[in-house]
């Protein structure tokens, strides 16, 4: 079975400061991994995933996510925030012998003060 | 952003009553799931379909059902409604499952009284 853990529940910090969320997994096969983020009152958007290769992703809005298969990690990182990243950010997991079930970590809320 | 609508976007209903919430996709692709979120629980897999007719349990089916009569609709509906299942429900899409990311509509905030 699979399962996806969020370390953190809540995140703050200040704008132009540094950011990892931190996102660790347990599966017996070979896996997808992905990074979702949800503003308020929207649905889920694709920020980044790891399928296969280079194990550090870039993603959208200057985000990144590093796997690391010794870890089962899949932290994501942002050197520097700004306000408009306060959103919740989920990670997600599918492996490769689960067909059709993607496995969401309970989320972490990034809050980004002034 | 994927062609993805779900109706309604927001309803107010009392127990007992059958809710239907309909997802719309204009992206073709053959998978579509439905999720519940809730506070603590992250998304939770309802039903999912990989293709007309073909339906399947997710990790919380209990007191929901599901019907996909043409590629683009995916419906799911709550027989008798219960408060428990005050939620917001995600649709998603994929285009083919093996590797592919889902993408969600803006979904449907459901509140049961």
């Known amino acids: 079975a699979q399962s996806v853990t969020q370390l953190d529940s809540q995140v703050p910090v200040f704008e132009e400061a540094p950011v990892e969320l931190r996102c660790n997994y347990s599966s017996s096969v070979s896996v997808y991994l992905f990074w979702y983020v949800q503003y308020p009152n929207q649905g889920l958007q694709l920020l980044l995933k790891y399928l296969s290769g280079s194990t550090l992703v870039k993603g959208i809005n200057g985000f990144e996510a590093e796997f690391n298969k010794s870890q089962t990690s899949f932290h994501l990182r942002k050197p520097s925030v700004h306000i408009s990243d306060t959103a919740e950010y989920f990670c997600?997991?599918?492996?490769?012998?689960?067909?059709?079930?993607?496995?969401f970590g309970k989320g972490t809320l990034l809050t980004v003060n002034p | 952003d994927a062609g993805i609508t779900q109706s309604p976007r927001h309803k107010v209903t009392e127990t007992g009553t059958p809710v239907t919430l309909r997802c719309h996709q204009t992206?073709?692709?053959?998978?579509m799931y439905w999720y519940r979120q809730d506070p603590g629980h992250g998304l939770r897999l309802i039903h999912y379909?990989?293709?007309?007719?073909?339906?399947d349990k997710g990790e919380v089916s209990d007191g929901y059902s599901v019907s996909r009569s043409k590629t683009e609709d995916f419906l799911l509906t709550l027989e008798s409604a219960t408060s428990s299942q005050t939620s917001v429900y995600f649709c998603?899409?994929?285009?083919?499952?093996?590797?592919?990311?889902?993408?969600f509509g803006d979904g449907t905030r459901l509140s049961i009284l």
């Open positions: 379909s990989y293709g007309v007719k073909d339906t």
């Open positions: 997600a997991v599918k492996s490769g012998g689960s067909n059709y079930k993607l496995t």
């Open positions: 998603a899409i994929s285009e083919a499952d093996f590797n592919q990311p889902q993408h």
């Open positions: 992206e073709n692709h053959r998978y």
